[in-house]
């Protein structure tokens, strides 16, 4: 266990310098990273750290995934620039992040769209100064519709030209204007015409695409503190220390939905967590729940956490109890908002959370990095930060009724978009654990899967599931063999090449409805001598691996392949820390490694007269094609 002094600003850069004299910069950035995951850094210290981070890496430590982001703004972006890749370290990923000139947009998206490396991530921050002030005395209509002029063109830019995501900022102000409060929320009021272009630029915004809604993230705080007018006079930055801190908190919970989405699973506790005092010590029906203010901020938490589960949250336990008495709530007492039904992994033992954590990652077929972890115990957080450090640990309050707004200050769950298959999640992985318990009644894996009697329906990827695809390749690691991050428009763009194949499958069974599950993209591959599909994208949902349901798709694809005239496939892995699990599935198909890359791609080819016979429990229900 450490001490808070350990974490205390002052000595840990004070030790990040006398790692960095000592040329040991992979230990000074690994000690920044550790010391803002702890959260004892305020908005000061965070910026120093991403200046510090910054520095080091441009002295010859830099990640292999490095992400580009580019924030382009109507005020200046500087404190933001450096806070952003703080808070990217933190939690995980190697953020270069760039600024533009002031209130350049256009023209730094128009050099930028010709040069190389081009960014992942395209910020956009507006600012007020032409849709308040106007010495033409446009009307209010004409003023939002030359912003948004600015912003499409931006968009357009940013997404179609140069292939990036984008982060929208919306548009905030300061105070209610000459109007005041009332009036300023009437048609042509400061605050009536900022919600007017914030409305227009989510409606017209592209769907994969990102909205901050700046009026919302200064309302949380409060416009007083977080818009600092002498420092914009200044230097043009209209946000405190304090509001910028909170803004590219803000930031990268975007970038984060961008490029992986949001966090998948929430870990929580149960004994003065989801309800008050220990249950083994009070009996089911004595925890408090709902009688006091203490019992009513624990049902609140319970509610917060319910509606989390029916986002498409999935929501586990860890709890050091016996599994009897961590039970009996559920059962028992009638105040419990939450249900056993409502959670797809519970341990309840006296192990330690750290074992019981991978154990829910195994049976869940998650990475512990998706996970996020809430227990009133500070030993048990720090245990988890130590031993786990992949894993989002929220620094939980005192006071049970801050338990859900600490949840959501996270922004763990920050979503792109919600699709009919994030709302299903809860649901499937709780047939899932019916599905775990029937396999243990078979004496064969094969007559197991013969008894789950699933059907898949392979159809063509187009405008109705293109969102799902879209998210399935942000957020699809394990069972992924390219993981190529493409946008929906980039899909769009790959398809709309003669004879390309895009691919979508949706799996149920005799438990219930998987959803649309995997998606394989093909593209002809012109300098071949014979007809050649490439698959540039291979992926699947986790839940499904290891039930031949690749072996049923492949066959899908194949069957279409000959169709269109194709006579060779060649496929691709691209290895990284979290596919390994399907570095030999060409091989398994029959293809022949015939090359490897620089990089550690290693491609693949078959042809398709020599497909082996493949052997798959899956039966079709309708086939789809482009």
């Not at 450096?82 to 000139?101: F, R, Y």
């Not at 003023?143 to 948004?148: K, L, P």
């Not at 970038?255 to 309800?275: A, E, F, M």
Request: charged share 25%; net charge negative; aromatic share 8%.
């Amino acid at each position: 266990m450490t001490s808070n002094s350990e974490w205390e600003p002052r000595a840990v850069f004070k030790e990040v310098s006398s790692l960095a004299k000592e040329g040991k910069s992979a230990e000074a950035l690994a000690r920044l990273r550790a010391a803002l995951r702890h959260g004892f850094f305020d908005a000061e210290a965070t910026e120093k750290a991403g200046r510090t981070i910054a520095k080091l890496r441009a002295g010859g430590t830099q990640n292999e995934g490095t992400v580009r982001v580019l924030i382009l703004g109507q005020c200046t972006t500087s404190w933001l620039a450096t806070t952003l890749t703080a808070l990217g370290w933190a939690n995980g990923t190697s953020l270069d992040v760039c600024e533009g000139e002031y209130d350049n947009v256009l023209q730094e998206l128009m050099v930028r769209a010709a040069a190389e490396p081009r960014p992942t991530v395209v910020i956009l921050l507006p600012w007020t100064q032409r849709l308040f002030f106007d010495a033409a005395n446009r009307s209010a209509e004409s003023r939002i519709a030359d912003e948004m002029s600015l912003w499409t063109q931006a968009w357009d830019l940013a997404g179609k030209q140069m292939g990036a995501k984008i982060l929208q900022v919306g548009y905030d102000w300061v105070t209610p204007g000459a109007l005041g409060h009332h009036l300023g929320g009437a048609a042509t009021g400061d605050v009536s015409i900022v919600r007017q272009t914030n409305e227009a630029l989510r409606t017209a915004l592209p769907p994969s695409a990102y909205f901050l809604d700046l009026d919302q993230v200064a309302g949380t705080m409060g416009r007083d503190s977080f818009y600092d007018p002498r420092r914009y006079f200044w230097t043009k930055q209209p946000f405190s220390e304090a509001g910028a801190f909170l803004l590219a908190k803000h930031l990268w919970a975007g970038v984060r939905s961008l490029l992986i989405g949001p966090k998948k699973v929430l870990v929580v506790d149960l004994d003065n967590t989801l309800w008050g005092g220990v249950v083994g010590e009070t009996g089911p029906l004595n925890v408090s729940l709902g009688e006091t203010a203490d019992g009513e901020a624990y049902r609140d938490f319970q509610h917060h956490v319910k509606e989390l589960g029916k986002r498409g949250v999935v929501l586990a336990i860890s709890s050091k109890n016996n599994e009897e008495d961590a039970l009996a709530p559920f059962l028992q007492n009638p105040q419990m908002v939450l249900s056993t039904s409502d959670f797809a992994a519970i341990e309840a033992n006296w192990e330690p959370k750290e074992a019981a954590l991978r154990r829910i990652a195994d049976t869940l077929k998650l990475g512990l990095d998706s996970f996020v972890f809430f227990d009133d115990n500070p030993a048990e957080r720090e245990l988890i930060r130590q031993s786990l450090p992949e894993v989002e640990v929220i620094e939980v309050p005192t006071d049970p009724a801050e338990y859900a707004r600490a949840l959501q200050a996270s922004l763990c769950f920050e979503a792109v978009a919600l699709l009919d298959a994030d709302r299903q999640r809860s649901q499937q992985y709780q047939q899932e654990r019916e599905r775990r318990d029937l396999q243990q009644s078979f004496a064969s894996m094969d007559d197991y899967l013969r008894s789950l009697a699933m059907q898949g329906i392979v159809e063509a990827v187009h405008d109705a599931n293109l969102q799902r695809v879209g998210q399935l390749l942000t957020k699809t690691n394990q069972f992924n063999l390219t993981t190529r991050r493409h946008s929906v428009e980039d899909v769009s763009r790959m398809l709309s090449a003669p004879d390309a194949i895009g691919f979508a499958l949706t799996l149920t069974d005799r438990f219930g409805d998987h959803g649309l599950i995997s998606v394989m993209l093909g593209v002809p591959e012109d300098a071949a001598a014979e007809k050649t599909l490439k698959i540039d994208t291979w992926l699947m949902s986790c839940r499904v691996i290891a039930r031949t349901v690749e072996d049923f798709f492949f066959g899908a694809l194949v069957e279409r392949a000959r169709e269109l005239g194709y006579s060779t496939l060649v496929g691709e892995y691209r290895p990284t820390k979290k596919n390994e699990l399907v570095s030999g599935l060409y091989e398994r198909l029959g293809f022949a490694r015939i090359a490897e890359e620089a990089d550690g791609t290693v491609v693949y080819r078959l042809s398709i007269a020599e497909l082996p016979p493949l052997q798959t429990f899956v039966k079709s229900a309708a086939h789809g094609t482009p």
